[in-house]
């Protein structure tokens, strides 16, 4: 047989499907030589067998997803068979029931299977020097068998003729990189595995990721010994009127989600200088999102109520996506904002505190890899806007446009122009502790 394929080997990971049957049979009429991998080799062998027929030349590996060892094993024949294209479609489902009625056994299987499994065959394949491409074609966990159809494809599955695509994305930063300001725990906490699997969907170890975080929570707790050094800045600290017992929730996008942010380094002050008063620091920063994303979470941040709230939100609303308008206006800004204060004021006592947008260093920002991928641009010009309209409201309001300057002054902003370097964390700090009152 000859076609598109010819002279290409594919793992198929998750053969016995009908999905992964008919992919099999795909990328065998293009050409391809298979290496089917799944549980039950009986199956397999009969998919071979069918495949025989039609003069595709295939090996049925028996593997379980969820044993590491036999898929790193299962990889392993298929790399020696000069393995080139990989499909893991590995997938479990559980009988549709309401959520109340939903074994806790069987979410874990479906996400070890589905979620862990996958991860877990792409390290692997990854690890082989996968040449070509990776497909992740997964059924939907609440589907019924019979209706299966894909939960997610990472990479688009094109037979035949498929365009050769690299391992990673054009733009892929480090772990650490990334595990700096994306924290898929606060988005997806609820799924049952989700903490265990972190290091894997970042693609370290355990001890990796442990590792990671600890410097930059160690560099966040230096950062707070360096400001109470300070006996002007100690004063303050010690005379924010902060009760015993009380939770400060902070607010904001990825300059407060950041794992060294303003609010980490508070908290760790607030440790260091007053452990006998119990307080609690709360970082409920979410990178990437914009005012009208945190008002569809807001209700449940407030749960438990907080004494006091630190909002810095905005610097996602006025990101403008190649070259256009910002991602939300200046007039809807100013009333997501009102909202949120609004439902806060129902909701809870908390005192509350605004901090402005920070100011960017638009020519860092222009020529970075990330911001260039993601087509994403700001203007000082709309940061200065949005600083206006909150620096009108009635609670007190951290300026950091003046704390920062325009353009940012570069010891403050960090390396991509867009979030502050520690130094401008502790600015940020040190802004807050004087204005909280």
Known sequence: MTGRLEGRTALVVGANGSIGRAIARALGAAGARLVLAARDTGRLDRLAAELEVIDVVSRVVGVDVADDDA??????????????????????????????????????????????????????????????????????????????????????????????????????????????????????????????????IFGVSPQEYGAIRDRFDALARSAAQELLVDDGFAGHVSRLPFQRGARILAVGDSV?????????????????ARPDDDLTVVNAGLSAHTTAMILRRWPSLLNPAPDWIVCGLGGNDVTRIAGGKPQVTLTESIENLRELRGIAAERTTARWTWLTPVPVDEERAATNPGFQYGASSWRNTDITALADAIRGFDEPVVDLVDVFGIPAHPDLQGPDGVHPSLTGQQAIVTAVVTTLR
């Open 71 to 200: 898929l790193a094993a299962a990889v392993k024949v298929a790399a020696t068979e000069g393995m080139d294209i990989a499909v893991n479609n590995a997938g479990a489902t559980h009988r549709p029931a309401p959520l109340g009625e939903l074994s806790m056994a069987d979410a874990d299987r479906v996400l070890t299977v589905t979620l862990r499994g996958t991860l877990a065959a792409m390290r692997h394949e990854l690890a082989a020097r996968l040449p070509r491409r990776v497909v992740h074609h997964r059924r939907h966990p609440h589907r019924r068998r019979r209706q299966g159809r894909p939960g997610g494809v990472t990479r688009p599955f094109q037979i035949p003729g498929a365009t050769t695509m690299n391992e990673k994305t054009p733009y892929a930063p480090p772990a650490a990189a990334q595990l700096q300001y994306v924290h898929l725990e606060k988005l997806y906490g609820y799924l049952p595995g989700l903490t265990e699997s972190l290091p894997a």
């Open 256 to 272: 407060t989600d950041d794992l060294q942010s303003w609010a980490e380094i508070l908290r760790h002050v607030l440790a260091i």
